[in-house]
C-alpha cells in the first residue's frame, strides 16, 4: 500500500500563486509515476500533470502550460505541484495519484484531495 497526502490548497485571488505538496508514504519505493488531476464541481476528473520518479520527465495539460510546474524531491517521496497566474477556471478540488509497480503490476493510489478556489 501506499498512502498520499496533499496539502497547500486554499483561496487566491486571480493572477495569484500556490504550491501543492503531495507526500507518499508507505510502499514509496515501489512509485514510478507521480502525478495531478482536478475535478471542477459538475465536471469530470481531469489530468493536469505527471512526473516521472526516475528521470523526473514531465507533462501538462495545455490548459496549464506555462503557468504550472510540476517537480519531486525523491528524498522526501513528495511531488510538489507550482501553480502560477491562477485563473478562476482552476478552481477544483486536486488530487494527486501515486502509480506503483509491484511484481509487474500496476497499482493506483490517490489522495483525498485538496481545494483550490481561485476568486476573479
Known amino acids: 500500500q501506499v498512502q498520499v497526502v496533499e496539502s497547500g490548497g486554499g483561496l487566491v485571488q486571480a493572477g495569484g500563486s500556490l504550491r501543492l505538496s503531495c507526500a507518499a508514504s508507505g510502499r514509496a519505493w515501489s512509485i514510478y509515476n507521480m502525478g495531478w488531476f482536478r475535478q471542477a464541481p459538475g465536471k469530470e476528473r481531469e489530468f493536469v500533470s505527471r512526473?516521472?520518479?526516475?528521470?523526473?520527465?514531465?507533462s501538462y495539460a495545455d490548459s496549464v502550460k506555462g503557468r504550472f510546474t510540476i517537480s519531486r524531491d525523491n528524498s522526501k517521496n513528495t511531488v510538489y505541484l507550482q501553480m502560477n497566474s491562477l485563473k478562476p477556471e482552476d478552481t477544483g478540488v486536486y488530487y494527486c495519484?501515486?502509480?506503483?509497480?509491484?511484481?509487474?503490476?500496476?497499482?493506483?493510489?490517490w489522495g483525498q484531495g485538496t481545494q483550490v478556489t481561485v476568486a476573479s
Open positions: 512526473i516521472t520518479w526516475s528521470g523526473g520527465d514531465s
Open positions: 495519484l501515486a502509480k506503483s509497480m509491484v511484481l509487474g503490476r500496476d497499482y493506483d493510489f
